[in-house]
């Protein structure tokens, strides 16, 4: 697996790189096949310092944790334990879903934009654009899962919402995080 340390405006030792390498590759390998990239982020904020940790499985999946603590060492063990737990909690589906699976997954190109309304204007009269600012403009890829292994990366990425390609109909769905606590599936197809 390949590791990518590093920190924000902190130095990260040799120490705590070859702590990160031991820990996560132990918990990572627990639980997934052939994991392919680990990016570890470390950033210091106020008083804490947080680490947040990406890894990317052979299958497509992607993992994300982050966990924040008063010492560098205890933000990263926080983080890997959140790791653990999430895998833990997928180990079964991870393993079944891989022998399954005899090629990676599929991705698709799309722009992804992050948008921001116009502060300077008066919130209070008609703005006379009612287009937002982007922000940032970049390219995103999109999976080509199945209903459930997206679910599946929505808990793992820790994420709120994931669209994806479906591969039974080929269409673009989202699965979201309702408020009740269930799991929402958007699929326009059946929409008709």
Partial sequence: MRYQISGKHIDVGES???HVKDELGEVVNKYAERPT???IT???????????????LSTGLTVNAHS???EIYDSFNGCAEKMEKQLRRYKRRLKDHHKERTTPVEFSGASSYILESDQATDTTAEPESLQPIIVA???TRIKSLSVGEAVMQME??????LFFENEGSKGLNVVYRRKDGNIGWIDPANMK
Avoid: G
């Avoid at 470390?42 to 990317?56: G, R």
């Avoid at 793992?156 to 919402?161: G, I, R, S, T, Y």
């Fill in 16 to 18: 705590l790189q070859t």
């Fill in 37 to 39: 990239e680990a990016v």
């Fill in 42 to 56: 470390f950033s210091k904020i106020a008083h804490e310092y947080a680490c947040e940790a990406t890894v990317h």
């Fill in 68 to 70: 924040r603590a008063n």
């Fill in 137 to 139: 403009e970049m390219e």
């Fill in 156 to 161: 793992l990425a820790d994420e709120n919402v």
